[in-house]
């Protein structure tokens, strides 16, 4: 296909720099989700000594909690370790970016990666959830860099490329556990080559790769099992990343609904990517030996697309999939956008005339969904920007198959790619508009880090608290074992572990304040006797909690050199 002007070329990169610094005060202003709280205590809790599982829960492998601790040498234990945090997994968005883009240059072309990181920058959930501080950033980081290797590995048969693929697929599973479906993928791109191999020598090849592959990707894991051997919790390493994951209830996300909100908010990555992997599969019918690349593309975007079906659906979970989506989503604008700057014979312009209407059919069938699901009329929706992308691309290549605006070049590109962003770029806007107008409002993570502050100041470094899901004691040691103990974590917890262990570690470790929020309210009557007996509110008032204070007359065995607040 042709070569974009230099002057397309900027605007595509010049939105993805948009979509970049509008995520810039999105982390220092948005709020922070509990699970942030969860692993930045964690991290703090490795640099104080801990060892995770053993000393403090935790269902995700752990080398998160590694890097993060690193972080409190260089900025305190304190608030400015938290935005640290998040910086820092922005910039693992940007490597993701990166890695998209050599991706989808390798397994297509340049134009294609381009499209690629635009529709990925764009892609609402890529950047909302890649910016917090969870581990799924950078196992995708891992997971793209695995299969940017594995594409080389597989074109020029080195082992050192399958040795790094292995390497760093295998760190991507000792960050998140979750991304054993980008592994499966991986591995079936890694052994199908060798079922179609022409003789003897490159059969030996073929496997040669693969068994390199898979001998570097249990490294991570081996050195990780060591270090937990080393330490005395191998055994609770197992328990809770298998035992407790395995029986794990989710009671807070209905099926699919992240699925579907995802499709809602960004339906022209959806509605283009599902036509690019139908594309992919079509266009492989005659075989896979030549087309490694998109191999490797369609089994770790298929694969985590099942393994939705076998694991409670979280909003981040759809990351893992999402860049490979833009890249088959990219691949079918780029045949949307080829006839602007050169007229294709015969099956290239066919081509983008029926991913036009493919697109359109879409575009009115989420119009038409919109209105039956919201009780109005169709014609209520016709410029709901979240649908007009389907409808004005499906247009675009419409009547570009037929030659009508083959030559608008530069300028029909750019409107295309301007109604694909809009709705992103709208939402970005109306919620920086809302964080900067209103530190108060709900969205503002203002309230959180004065949560924070407030608990600091009245306890010591050393003092135990109790929280229950607010995150203001992330810098002081947690009363309980589990230290969050919100809805899910009681739906997966005994009775006698919510009331009679919770007092039990609260008396033994001489918890000196508690962050009474609803997950604490919800806690058995024996936890709200002891609490109210033993404790008493201050004076300071928070959207998400109450803050108690051990009181100093009680009698309690903790109760000496307490330090507590004045009102």
């Not at 950078?138 to 793209?144: E, N």
């Not at 591995?187 to 060798?194: D, E, G, K, N, T």
């Not at 050393?462 to 002081?476: I, K, N, T, Y």
Request: hydrophobic residues 50%; aromatic residues 10%; positive net charge.
């Amino acid at each position: 296909m042709s070569e974009y002007p230099r002057s397309f070329v900027i605007l595509l990169w010049a939105l993805v720099a948009l979509a970049v610094l509008l995520t810039l005060p999105v982390i220092a202003w948005r709020t922070f989700d509990g699970d942030e709280f969860e692993h930045v205590h964690g991290g703090w809790c490795v640099y104080h000594g801990q060892v995770p599982y053993r000393d403090y829960f935790d269902n995700h492998t752990p080398l998160l909690h590694f890097v993060l601790a690193g972080l409190f040498p260089l900025f305190g234990e304190d608030i400015p370790a938290l935005f640290a945090a998040r910086a820092m997994m922005a910039l693992l968005c940007l490597v993701v970016l990166a890695a998209t883009h050599g991706l989808a240059k390798r397994v297509c072309d340049r134009q294609t990666a381009a499209l690629a990181v635009l529709l990925l920058a764009f892609a609402t959930v890529f950047f909302a959830k890649g910016i917090e501080v969870r581990p799924d950033s950078a196992a995708l980081a891992l997971g793209l860099l695995a299969q940017v290797c594995l594409v080389r590995a597989m074109t020029s048969s080195h082992r050192a490329w399958c040795c790094l693929s292995g390497l760093a697929i295998g760190g991507s599973l000792m960050f998140a556990q979750k991304y054993v479906f980008m592994y499966i993928g991986l591995s079936l791109a890694a052994l199908l080559p060798i079922v179609h191999v022409r003789n003897a020598s490159d059969a030996r090849t073929r496997i040669g790769l693969a068994a390199v592959f898979f001998a570097a990707s249990v490294v991570p894991t081996l050195l990780t099992l060591f270090w937990f051997s080393a330490n005395g919790a191998v055994d609770d390493f197992m328990k809770q990343n298998f035992g407790f994951n395995v029986s794990y209830t989710n009671v807070i996300s209905p099926p699919y609904r992240h699925l579907r909100d995802s499709v809602s908010e960004s339906p022209f990555v959806w509605g283009a990517g599902v036509a690019g992997i139908g594309l992919s599969v079509w266009q492989l019918r005659g075989g896979v030996r030549d087309a490694s690349g998109h191999v490797v593309l369609l089994l770790c975007t298929l694969v985590p697309m099942a393994g939705m079906l076998f694991a409670p659906v979280y909003r981040q979970y759809l990351l893992q999939f999402m860049p490979l989506l833009a890249i088959h989503a990219a691949i079918v604008l780029r045949k949307i956008l080829a006839p602007m700057f050169v007229t294709l014979p015969g099956d290239g312009t066919r081509g983008a005339g029926v991913a036009g209407y493919v697109l359109v059919v879409g575009g009115v069938a989420a119009l038409l969904a919109s209105a039956v699901s919201n009780a109005v009329w169709p014609t209520s929706f016709i410029l709901d920007d979240r649908n007009l992308a389907l409808v004005v691309c499906g247009l675009a290549a419409i009547l570009m198959a037929r030659s009508w605006l083959s030559r608008l070049g530069t300028l029909g590109a750019g409107l295309v790619v301007m109604a694909v962003v809009y709705h992103p770029l709208v939402q970005s806007g109306l919620l920086i508009g809302v964080l900067a107008s209103n530190p108060g409002h709900a969205y503002s993570n203002a309230q959180q880090v004065a949560d924070i502050r407030h608990v600091m100041s009245i306890t010591a470094p050393a003092d135990v608290v109790l929280d229950g899901w607010s995150g203001a004691s992330v810098f002081r040691p947690h009363a309980y074992y589990y230290h969050s103990i919100n809805r899910e974590m009681r739906a997966n917890l005994s009775t006698e572990a919510l009331s009679k262990r919770v007092v039990e570690a609260m008396r033994e470790r001489k918890c000196k304040a508690i962050v009474y929020d609803a997950e604490i309210a919800a806690l058995p009557s024996e936890v709200q006797e002891f609490v109210h007996a033993h404790y008493r509110p201050t004076s300071y008032r928070s959207r998400y909690a109450t803050i108690y204070v051990v009181r100093s007359d009680d009698g309690c065995p903790f109760v000496a050199n307490a330090r507590m607040e004045n009102g």
